[in-house]
């Protein structure tokens, strides 16, 4: 049977005063309306369709390719916007599930849950119902007298005492036949206050035709969260965040604190990697085994294999090979790659750089368009000068060379295997197998100088019998 999706994206959202569509604000490192895509597909869905409006574009251009779009011009209502979607729709058959691009909290069990649910059921529509802990401001769901099916939905503003005291509410998902979707949405009115046309007067055309209403209740409240303003923005990600961090850790990462440590959906961490607080492992990142992670880190799109020790650094697209380590206060910028066993230690950066297998920048040190071999010692201070103000050039760096501290490396430059630069050098030549560059003036001294300069009128001279 198909299983079609239709998501509801095409709302202002003036409650987050902002000028991002509101489906596009980010929760887990995802926009919203992305992760109610990503698990429509997980579900099986054949066909999703997205409603657009209100920056249409933008959300048109995040899911291109992974949904069809229809447009909803005026914003009539949510029965107005699903009609928008028949030219695409209307011939299809099976079971449709209507989300919103504003609650992307439903896991994949419960929507393909409701897919079962609804085909084995028989019913015309079927609604994702939740057990509120204070069902206040929610519709709620009045069953008829044995239990079965939903006789209606009754919001809070039109609730008696008795519907007031039921805590079974609707979450705004419907699991509809496709065919009977459509009939029902043409018999829809907007004879309200607000002049929209309201899905949930499909039930009522539905049940007074003869069919049946149900619902299917699934187990966690918190799945049915919209955002609607910053402050559920803020209360979607602890809830999601705290599903990730525990799924990880069922999978056998530690964590020092799960409440301080901020990781993204689409993150993967190998099994006994520990990660102290205050941790952010964002985008698509790949963490392996037995990696520590410390206070402080930030790795965005990075991936860092097994044994590998990260010390309160940052990483933004680089890649980090198996037992080397960064840190504290290393910086690898995008295509930055440590191999096996490399080390870069405080205030080092890289970027579009690679440090080969053993080698070392202990501190103080860039290296930037750069390609260092094996087992070499960079000094503090190094600097791999490549950009001139209008190209970036690239420097070259053999195996087992020793780079004294305080070199420049003009760029473009080849140090071949086994060479070594002077401390405070300034290379601008190439150098061939084992050569050594100093590139620095001699030093001149002279005698008595402090007495010509003004400190010697404002301190006077230290006792020359005490050297």
Do not use: C
């Not at 309160?312 to 930055?336: C, E, V």
């Amino acid at each position: 049977m198909n299983r079609n999706v239709i998501i509801l994206a095409a709302g202002k959202g003036t409650r987050m005063k902002s000028d991002l569509p509101k489906v596009l604000h980010q929760v887990g490192g995802k926009a919203m309306v992305e992760l109610v895509l990503d698990t429509s597909v997980a579900a099986g869905a054949n066909r999703i369709v997205t409603v657009v409006g209100h920056g249409g574009a933008a959300v048109a251009e995040l899911l291109a390719g992974r949904s069809e779009f229809a447009e909803q011009k005026e914003q009539l209502g949510t029965a107005h916007a699903i009609r928008m979607t028949e030219p695409i729709l209307g011939d299809s058959t099976g079971t449709t599930i209507i989300m919103s691009g504003d609650a992307p909290l439903f896991t994949v069990d419960t929507i393909n849950s409701l897919f079962d649910y609804h085909a084995q059921s028989g019913n015309a529509v079927t609604v994702l119902t939740a057990l509120a802990p204070n069902p206040k401001g929610y519709g709620r769901i009045v069953r008829t007298a044995d239990g079965s099916d939903v006789l209606r939905i009754v919001e809070q503003k039109d609730a008696n005492v008795a519907e007031q005291a039921i805590n079974e509410v609707n979450t705004g998902v419907y699991a509809f036949d496709n065919q009977l979707l459509f009939t029902a949405l043409r018999e829809v009115k907007n004879d309200n206050a607000q002049g929209e046309y309201y899905l949930p007067d499909t039930l009522e055309i539905l049940r007074n035709a003869g069919h049946t209403v149900g619902a299917f209740t699934m187990a966690d409240f918190d799945e049915s969260m919209g955002v609607n303003d910053r402050v559920a923005l803020a209360q979607a990600n602890a809830v999601i965040r705290k599903r990730i961090n525990e799924q990880h850790m069922r999978n056998g990462v530690t964590m020092i604190d799960p409440t301080n440590t901020y990781i993204d959906v689409d993150v993967k961490i190998g099994s006994d990697t520990i990660i102290e607080p205050n941790v952010y492992i964002k985008g698509k990142s790949v963490i392996g085994k037995h990696v520590t992670i410390t206070t402080g880190s930030r790795i965005v799109d990075s991936v860092i294999e097994d044994n590998v020790v990260i010390d309160a650094s940052r990483l933004d697209q680089a890649q980090m090979q198996t037992n080397s380590d960064a840190g504290p206060f290393a910086h690898l910028r995008p295509k930055a790659i440590l191999e096996a066993g490399a080390h870069v230690g405080n205030f080092v950066e890289l970027k579009n750089a690679r440090l080969g297998k053993d080698s070392k920048m202990g501190h103080l040190s860039y290296a930037g368009d750069a390609e260092i071999g094996r087992e070499v010692n960079i000094g503090a201070g190094t600097i791999f000068v490549n950009y001139d103000g209008i190209h970036k050039h690239a420097t070259t760096v053999g195996d087992r060379a020793f780079i004294g501290s305080n070199t420049k490396l003009i760029a473009p430059v080849h140090l071949a295997d086994e060479t070594i630069t002077a401390a405070g050098s300034t290379i601008t030549d190439d150098l061939p197998l084992h050569a050594m560059g100093i590139a620095r003036a001699r030093q001149t001294t002279k005698p008595d100088f402090w007495q010509r300069t003004p400190l010697f009128e404002k301190f006077g001279a230290i006792d020359e019998r005490k050297h």
